[in-house]
């Protein structure tokens, strides 16, 4: 078993790729954002502004500036943390995003839930009786889940339970008119339960149901999959039959001895999924009118307001690179057999 030291050493090497990981994805977004079509002060002004108006924007912008300085002027900032003023607005990124990250995050939270909820469930209840019915019609939906483009899945289901059943919301976080809790959180569920709001409460959840189940769904193929398979290799063990040879019943081995056994495969897919979340969930908000941080990356590209897109980019990219390297560490610290 390597030694705590060792396994401090690696977490501080994991730790060390962070900064160097950021920097190499903000300078990417920097020179594609600079060799993308379109001109910002066209997006401010239009293409109908006179020559001086454009020179006076362009300079108030700083975008006269040569593109080396604006990059060493861009990587200056982001080490001090700052993530720059909006082109169009005028408004901090910060505050841009700070607005939008919560919405976000309060539909990822759900359809991770969700998805491994009902993708562990179906995976399960695969592996207890292999090659039955519903092992068959789980590995159906496992497949299925693959091939659902998130953007036909979504408007599928806004056509069914939106428009044709009209039980639930077609979009949006809240209906308009409503006024949303006094913000103490970011996040209107919990928000509107710590201001004991019970209008809010139901009328947020019913805006939370559909687009986090579409997102749940499509993202629960893949635990039900990775569970099942899992499952079924561990089955194959000489420890799983000496345990059936000592009379233990199915049900206990799967819970004492199969499943524990199947944790650091599914920490390494749950730290995989983030990144599909994140591609998925751009979608699925941009499809829901859900006020998150996709459709804040949607107007900034089509304005061409560069610090946004930056600092949206960079936002997320932190926060998947730093939950892949959280399950690198949990899986070194659970898994002896993990060398580093």
């Known amino acids: 078993m390597s030694s705590k030291k060792e396994l401090f050493k690696y977490i501080l090497s994991r730790l060390t790729l962070l900064p160097i990981m950021l920097w190499i994805i903000s300078s990417l977004v920097f020179i594609l954002l600079r060799i993308a079509p379109g001109d910002p002060v066209d997006a401010i002004l239009g293409t109908r502004a006179n020559e001086f108006a454009r020179e006076s924007l362009r300079i108030k912008l700083g975008l006269d500036k040569p593109l080396i300085n604006q990059y060493f002027e861009y990587l200056n900032q982001l080490i001090h943390g700052n993530l720059g003023i909006s082109l ?3 408004e901090p990124v910060k505050v841009i995003i700070s607005k939008a990250l919560p919405a976000s995050l309060e539909l990822a939270i759900f359809s991770i839930l969700i998805a491994s909820l009902l993708g562990y469930l179906i995976g399960f209840l695969g592996a207890i009786k292999p090659e039955g019915r519903i092992d068959f019609w789980g590995r159906i939906f496992g497949i299925g889940t693959y091939a659902l483009p998130p953007f036909w899945a979504a408007m599928l289901i806004q056509i069914i339970f939106a428009i044709l059943l009209g039980w639930l919301p077609i979009g949006g976080r809240l209906p308009p008119g409503v006024i949303p809790p006094p913000q103490i959180t970011g996040f209107l569920l919990l928000d509107s339960i710590l201001d004991r709001n019970f209008e809010i409460i139901f009328i947020s959840i019913k ?66 999924t983030v990144s599909s979340l994140i591609g998925g969930a751009l979608l699925i908000e941009i499809t829901f009118s859900w006020p998150g ?46 060398s580093y």
């Open 88 to 90: 169009n607005t005028q």
């Open 207 to 272: 805006h939370l149901i559909l687009p986090s189940i579409t997102l749940g769904i499509l993202l629960s193929g893949i635990f039900s999959r990775s569970l099942r398979l899992n499952l079924e290799e561990v089955l194959k063990k000489d420890y799983i039959e000496a345990a059936k040879s000592r009379g233990l019943n199915n049900s206990r081995i799967l819970v004492n001895h199969a499943l524990p056994n199947t944790l650091l495969p599914i920490l390494t897919i749950t730290g995989l």
């Open 293 to 338: 941080i996709a459709l804040g990356l949607q107007e900034a590209i089509n304005q061409r307001d560069y610090p946004v897109v930056q600092g949206i980019v960079v936002i997320i990219s932190s926060l998947v690179v730093m939950v892949s390297v959280g399950i690198d560490i949990a899986i070194a610290y659970i898994d002896p057999r993990v």
